[in-house]
């Protein structure tokens, strides 16, 4: 399948999101049945608004940079697509500029936007694919063994924990007991895997 392919991101930064979308573009511009390699400027919203750029216009070495740049390299937003003629403009948009791939990197209604696009495509008969790259630092994208950031975030609380807990033994006169706040919405995953702290 022959056409153009976007990477957008979406959602809280986290520690690998710019690592994603190097791997993301790099991969992308090895293949020659992907002939233009566009970003799209604050995920969803960038394509609703059509704010994408050539990615191919970049220096090899600032892809590269990316696996370690912080934030959102390409800008990230927090919109859930509800409505039918948002998901409609989408593949509009898509049409426009021959995309047939779209890689989107976000969390879980991300996902679900990936989702919904695809099988709208499918309806209209374009040949295309969404492809979701997990984010969430969560991990809890359904069908997904673990995302990436996850390991990252564990071993961060992990010890910020046992450092904290030696802090509270050390000094007789502080309170006995600390209350540390994790992310992870309703999975709890990234709580469970900070008890790696205890010895």
Known sequence: MKGNCIVAQSGG??????????????????HPQIEGVYGSHNGILGVLNEKIFDLRKEEPADIEGLKVTPS??????????????????????FIKYNIRYFFYIGGNDSMDTADKVNKLAGKKGYEFRAIGVPKTIDNDLACTDHTPGYGSVIKYLAT???????????LCTSEPVNVIEAMGRNAGWIAAGTALAKR
């Open 13 to 30: 930064p986290t520690a690998v999101i710019n690592a994603s979308a190097c791997g993301v573009i790099q991969e992308a511009m090895k």
């Open 72 to 93: 959102s390299a390409l800008g990230s937003c927090r919109y859930k697509v509800k409505k039918q003629e948002d998901f409609e403009r989408i593949l509009e948009v």
């Open 160 to 170: 910020m924990v046992a450092e904290a807990g030696r802090d509270t033994e050390a």
